[in-house]
């Protein structure tokens, strides 16, 4: 499993996932910015992703849905804020409706995805932000934390596959 740990700070309001893998940090950057790819990864195994847009620019936008098991739909969006490629991105990450209207009912999440060479390939460290407490739990309780870990579990294999 290439999740490495799982951190809740209550008091900073972020999530801090750091994962391992081994390949270097330009091919896994790739993970993130190639839609085909990020939908084979994107979202638990339950839960694909499909990219309607994804234009990883500052200020660039990516809109895309995940289809649960019976075949419901959960739609979101990001907004890119920074780019250092292939070393970090970060973004803005909602909900929407159908249309990619964001959600007002839902919190917005501020990621940062860090990649740093390791010994043995790759350290992939992503911070979620929350803007209150109430948010995290919010999002914690729909299983945010097992689904960023199941998520993250399926990116082995995909390095593995020829591009």
Known sequence: MPVVSTTPDTEQLTLTVVAEFAAPPERVWQLWTDPRQLERWWGPPTWPATFTQHDVAVDGSSRYFMTGPDGEKAHGWWRFLAIDEPRSLEFEDG???????????????????????????????VVSRFATEEQMNQLTEMGMVEGMTEAMGQIDALLLAKV
């Open 95 to 125: 909900f929407s409706d159908d249309s990619g209207t964001p959600s007002p009912d839902m919190p917005v999440i501020r990621a940062r995805v860090e990649l740093a060479e390791a010994a043995d390939g790759t350290r992939m460290t």
